[in-house]
């Protein structure tokens, strides 16, 4: 199993924080995952859809005015979390104390099981202009590691109780597959998927396109959170 540290900036749309807290006021954080949408390869291959399995979720914040906040959540069974921004998933989310961070950072653990925890589903344009299934399935996710950023790229993060935030995470499945040659992807072996003769991403089907994008997974990603006034 690998265990894949990533990096992902976090853009942070807020207003500037007050000059006083209350530390013990918290703001709602809930989740959103998503695939990168754009078409590559001449507009030739695509992604859209998928799942990612949580099965914990730890976050710890370094507060510069107040004590340090470390948070943590198992999930059992694990939580099915889909790849569309539009997907609520309503158990990751939590409280977050207000404050000024200097640094946080997130930890997604997936289950350590022989299954599937990361799919991601899209379409490729063969050499006859047919679109086709593709299908990319990960096994070997234990955990990744999120480090916030600002819209700067700067590390202090403030989170104020008047709003609440959302986490949007976008896996960039254009990354991964930049280093794959169109003519991979046409010589690649086929099978059926969703009744369609498609192409099939696995540690043992297309192993070779497998490996090469796998060795990417934890580049390029990226996770913006945005912000809404409280209704309640």
């Known amino acids: 199993m690998k265990k894949y540290l990533l990096l992902l900036i976090i853009v942070l749309q807020a207003c500037s924080a007050d000059e006083s807290f209350d ?7 809930s989740f959103y995952f998503d695939v990168n949408r754009e078409a590559s390869k001449n507009g030739r291959l695509l992604f859209n859809d998928g799942f990612i399995l949580i099965s914990r979720l730890q976050l710890e914040g370094d507060r510069v ?40 950072e997130f930890e997604f653990e997936i289950p350590s099981s022989n299954i599937t925890v990361l ?5 490729f344009k ?6 086709i299934p593709i299908r990319l399935e990960v096994s070997s996710f234990e955990l990744f590691q999120v480090l ?6 700067e590390q202090e993060i403030v ?21 794959i040659s169109i003519a991979q992807l046409e010589a690649a072996d086929r099978t059926i ?23 990417r997974l934890d580049e390029l ?3 913006s959170i945005r912000w809404a006034l409280r209704t309640s």
């Open 148 to 153: 916030a950023a600002d819209r700067e790229g």
């Open 221 to 223: 990603n990226s996770l």
């Open 126 to 131: 063969d050499s006859t202009g047919a679109w």
């Open 193 to 215: 998927i969703n009744g369609q003769s498609g192409i099939l991403i696995s540690d043992n089907q297309n192993t070779a396109i497998y490996n090469e994008v796998d060795d």
């Open 119 to 123: 799919q991601v589903d899209g379409q």
């Open 159 to 179: 989170i104020e109780d008047q709003f609440s935030y959302s986490a949007f995470i976008r896996l960039n499945t254009v990354h991964w597959f930049s280093g």
């Open 23 to 29: 530390f013990k006021s918290p703001s709602g954080l």
């Open 65 to 104: 005015q107040a004590e340090d906040y470390f948070f943590q959540n198992g999930y059992q069974p694990p939580i099915l979390a889909e790849l569309d921004s539009n997907a609520y998933n309503p158990q990751l989310q939590f409280d977050f104390p207000q404050g000024i961070y200097n640094r946080i």
